[in-house]
């Protein structure tokens, strides 16, 4: 767990005043881990430190904070719950992003110097060997989460938008979502959204491939099988980190002797996974999400970006 600046920063730019609540510590059972956490404002928040009546009460002090807080919450006598640990959460309140780099250290109560534990997390994070969040007598040291990985989806029917619904909330990956027209996309209010998406419409859609980084994952959903084929060739020559089609054995076999015709290699063809997802979980659109979201998300856990990782 790190400090994610890319999606306070959202938050801040969509409601304004936003309260965070951090896991900092906890002792024996507890619904989350350290550092899980959590933004609230007013209508609505992201993330989740889990447990129920402990996360109702957390944002609802959250909510009416307006200086940091530390509070310690021992689950089952003060809460009822059956855990039977403690926890100790750290509330902060941002009006706009704070100034941090890798890492990001302040003293959250007392007045108490900074102590050993804290100077050895941040050493350990400067040399690569932890990356871990630290608390110690009112010190808290979080290291700041990396840049997002792109993940560029093209098309907005049925399959898109169950993936992007379930990827979306994650906030592991910053989503550019491409369509023919704005009215494909879902009609998303305002006080409905958590996080943020880009949404691009393009008459003709794989006009859009030159904006897309090279170090993009891509997901191809169109309506359109021609569109789908261009994408996969323009996709080809112009670079990318992983790329999946939606799309059965029969047509993918089409697409490569296609692919082939347009003179790509038999290598190169092969860094596009077809078909996505998990076919045992079925063809339902919530059933693909879950396979492909299941199988992005490790892959960017493991470390696998920059890799020729298919999704």
Known sequence: MSFD???????????????RVVIASHQGSSPRETGASMLVWDGGQSGTIGGGVLELEAARRALDATVTTVTRV?????????????????????????????????????DAAEPLKIKRAKS??????????AFDQGWLFEPVQPARAPLWVWGAGHVGRAIVDVIAPTQAVDITWVDSAPDRFPDRRDGEKSFVINELSAINIPDAVPHAPRDAHHLILTYSHVFDLD???????HGFAS????????????FRSRLQTLGHTDAQISRIQCPIGQPDLG??????????????????????LGKDVAV
């Open 243 to 254: 790329a999946g089609l939606i799309g059965s054995s029969t047509k993918w076999a089409r």
């Open 5 to 19: 600046v890319q999606g306070l920063r959202d938050a801040l730019e969509q409601h304004g005043r936003v309260a």
């Open 283 to 304: 063809k339902h659109p919530q059933a693909i999400a879950v396979g492909v979201a299941s199988e992005l998300l490790m892959s960017l856990q493991t470390k696998t």
């Open 124 to 133: 350990q994070d400067r040399n690569g060997s932890s990356h871990e969040l």
């Open 74 to 110: 021992p689950l089952g006598p003060a809460l009822g719950q059956c855990c039977g640990g403690s926890v100790t959460l750290v509330t902060e309140v941002f009006e706009c992003v704070p100034d941090v780099s890798n890492s990001y250290l302040r003293r959250v109560e007392g």
């Open 231 to 237: 994408l996969c060739h323009r996709l080809l020559d």
